[in-house]
């Protein structure tokens, strides 16, 4: 299955406890951290859902 990466480019401090959750199931919780996914339509609703604290990066 194809893979892509997560790069946490925002804080989660003064967020709501869900997008930290979020964050700690895409295997970020700091900042500048990458971790390397599998592309399903669950991570990508994750990653819409903390669209503003993530960026995917190529690779």
């Known amino acids: 299955m194809a893979k892509m990466k997560v790069k946490q480019i925002g804080s989660p401090i003064r967020r709501p406890e869900d997008q930290r959750k979020t964050l700690i199931g895409l295997g970020l919780n700091k900042m500048h951290r990458v971790s390397e996914l599998e592309d ?16 995917v990066v190529e690779g």
């Open 40 to 55: 399903t339509p669950e991570v990508r609703g994750m990653i819409r859902k903390v669209n503003h604290l993530v960026k």
